[in-house]
């Protein structure tokens, strides 16, 4: 298969470390349980969304949360929108299809407390460099003047997988690929980290079904946050010059979050 922005060349390694009760453990996905609410699926999405928000900066605790969303404890609006706007996109994608449009459709209702009109949904037209808290430059991202190029090969890439009979390795694989590659872009001007790690199980979901929305890979990201990071960051600083021979331990994090 040949691919224009994701890269599969790690494929067969990635394969030799799948361990050996793969299918045991996406199945064991479809059997959890939670008293919390009668549709697990709702409960999985709020899990979702709290923490790939709390990877971003949200301070909101998990069982703050869930008081908020099953007993209907009020708190400040500022506390939970941004949550509610994510556990909406992951509804929205629940019950539509992974392409273009709906991942443009997502990334509108996640950023509704985020960012302006205008700018939802809409490729960035700046620069974009990521910074860490004393102001030094982490990462360059996808130059403004190649964007637009970039995402149409990476939305090829995505309806090309997407219309691929994939092994349950396979998928994982390409999940997470799909996942790191979009991040990588960094097609936005906000909202980036929580689409890719939306996509990466919509994507799963064509190939795992709803049991793929019971993967609690976004708590595992925040429960592992420093190695979640130093995988990203050891591809390289500028997207330009990134090195995606160094990407396996990043297709690791997405097969350890099947133990939880």
Do not use: C
């Amino acid at each position: 298969m040949k691919l224009k922005i994701v890269d599969n060349s790690l494929l067969d390694e990635y394969k030799k470390q799948i361990p050996s009760n793969l299918d045991e453990l996406i199945s064991g996905v479809s059997s959890k349980q939670t008293s919390v609410t009668k549709d697990s699926f709702d409960f999985y999405i709020s899990v979702a969304s709290v923490y790939s928000s709390k990877i971003e900066g949200e301070e909101m605790e998990l069982d703050s949360y869930l008081k908020h969303k099953y007993q209907g404890i009020k708190y400040l609006p500022d506390y939970t929108k941004r949550i509610d706007d994510l556990a909406e996109a992951y509804k929205y994608a629940m019950t539509n299809p992974l392409n273009r449009n709906n991942i443009i459709i997502a990334h509108t209702i996640i950023t509704k407390h985020i960012l302006i009109t205008d700018k939802r949904g809409k490729l960035r037209t700046a620069q974009m460099f990521i910074a860490d808290n004393k102001g030094q430059v982490n990462y360059v991202a996808a130059d403004a003047g190649v964007l637009h190029r970039e995402m149409d090969k990476w939305f090829d890439d995505l309806a090309m997988l997407t219309d691929q009979v994939l092994d349950n390795d396979e998928a994982l694989f390409y999940a997470s690929m799909l996942h790191l590659t979009f991040v990588n872009i960094h097609p936005f001007d906000d909202g980036n980290g929580r689409t890719g790690r939306l996509l990466e199980k919509w994507f799963l979901s064509n190939y795992f079904g709803k049991n793929a929305w019971q993967i609690e890979s976004e708590r595992y990201y925040y429960e592992n946050l420093k190695e979640y990071y130093y995988s990203l960051n050891r591809l390289g600083n500028d997207y330009e010059q990134l090195d995606y021979s160094q990407s396996l331990p990043f297709t690791q994090l997405l097969l350890k979050s099947l133990a939880l």
